[in-house]
C-alpha cells in the first residue's frame, strides 16, 4: 500500500513538518475559494453607476466612450517627437511664410 504525507507549516516552530495521512484525506485548502479578482468591488462611477467588475467598468468606459491615460503610453512623446521635428530648425516649414499666409487669411477675411 501506498502512504502519503503532507506538508504543512506549524504556526508555533515555523517549521515545515509532514504528516502522513490516510486514503479518505481531503486538505481544506484545496477546498479553500479563492478571491482573487475583488478590488473592483463596490466601485461606482461619478454618475453613480455599478462598476464593481471588470466587465461592468469595460462596459461603461466603451458606452461612454471613454479611456484610460495608460491606453495612450508613448502616444504624447512621439507627437512631440514629430512636432519637433516638423518646426525643428533643419525642417523645411517655412515659419516666415506660414505667418505670411495667416496675415493675407485675416485680411481677406476682414475684407468681406
Not at 458606452?63 to 525643428?88: C, I, K, M, N, P
Amino acid at each position: 500500500m501506498r502512504r502519503r504525507f503532507v506538508y504543512r507549516s506549524n504556526p508555533d516552530t515555523g517549521q515545515v513538518e509532514s504528516f502522513e495521512v490516510g486514503a479518505d484525506y481531503q486538505s481544506v485548502e484545496a477546498r479553500t475559494p479563492l478571491f482573487t479578482d475583488r478590488f473592483m468591488e463596490g466601485h461606482c462611477a461619478q454618475d453613480g453607476t455599478d462598476i464593481s467588475s471588470r466587465a461592468k467598468r469595460r462596459d461603461y468606459m466603451r458606452a461612454h466612450d471613454l479611456a484610460d491615460t495608460s491606453d495612450f503610453t508613448g502616444v504624447w512623446e512621439r507627437a512631440a517627437q514629430e512636432r519637433a521635428r516638423f518646426y525643428g530648425s533643419n525642417a523645411q516649414h517655412d515659419t516666415q511664410a506660414r505667418r505670411e499666409a495667416i496675415v493675407r487669411a485675416m485680411e481677406g477675411r476682414r475684407a468681406r
